[in-house]
């Protein structure tokens, strides 16, 4: 597999499961409509092509490269076939990704990149790709080289970028999913609902579901919270503060980490350690 006919893939990948999930939206929305949807989308899908470049560019062809050239170089641990590799790849990516959000939640300066994500007032798939550039950058080089010492082949790293694609966009949707649904499937994936809790206003459910693509670590390291299914529709998203509908502008979405915020609120909120 080259790493044009990988970027095709991945390209025509987020194109159809974008349109799939607004039109979700539209059919069956989790929450009802909120005003200025078009200015959060005008601002959000603007930001979202910056950030698709860098993570088509620094995420999947590199990660394919990467695979690739560590077969030809018999580079790697283990070696591990297509399915084992994809498997291996999630489990120990999405450790790492685990630790990494939570320290975007710990560190100050850590912070003041990721609170752009985190003050959206609402969530929809428009949110999934609502992160400063500077974000992804810091991620790739903490879990690249896990391609490199797992072995995988460029299939498996193609796989799990076609996986990654698909668990961003479901879990920033704002579709319907059952109960009867939703209070399984919160344990193998990441739901709309379980994924809402995170960006709750409240501190506690905003430190808490840090998974990035399923939610295993916050059951294994106990962050993970459940909040009554019938709150979702009525909780306040966001942050306290970057609420204002000028705060969505997308020259000011970039200049986040530097702007002035008001007192005190340039810390992250309080770490939960449950």
Known sequence: MTVTSASQHIYLWTLGLLSLFLLLETLAPRRSGASGLSWRWANNFSLALLNWYIMLVASTLFFVWLARWGRAEEFGVLNLGPVTGFIALLAGTQLVSY???????????????????????????????????????????????????LGVGPESALAYRIFAVAATLFSH??????????????????????????????????????????????????????????????????????????????????????????????????????
């Open 99 to 149: 630790w990494l959000h939570r320290a975007f939640h710990r560190f100050p300066l850590m912070w003041r990149i990721h609170a752009l994500h985190h003050s959206d007032p609402e969530v929809d798939v428009s949110t999934g790709y609502r992160h400063h550039p500077l974000e992804p950058l810091i991620a790739l080089p903490v879990g690249a080289p896990l391609v490199l010492l």
């Open 173 to 274: 949707s704002n579709v319907h999913v059952p109960q009867s649904v939703e209070r399984w499937l919160r344990y193998l994936l990441l739901t709309p609902d379980f994924h809402r809790t995170h960006h709750f206003v409240e501190q506690r459910y905003t430190n808490s579901n840090y998974g990035s693509l399923v939610p295993w670590y916050d059951y294994v390291f106990g962050t993970a919270t459940h909040p009554d299914f019938d709150e979702h529709p009525q909780r306040l998203l966001g942050l306290e503060y970057l609420r204002e509908p000028a705060d969505q502008r997308l020259d000011r979405q970039l200049l986040t980490p530097l702007r002035d915020l008001d007192p005190g609120t340039d810390r992250p909120p309080a770490v939960h350690t449950g």
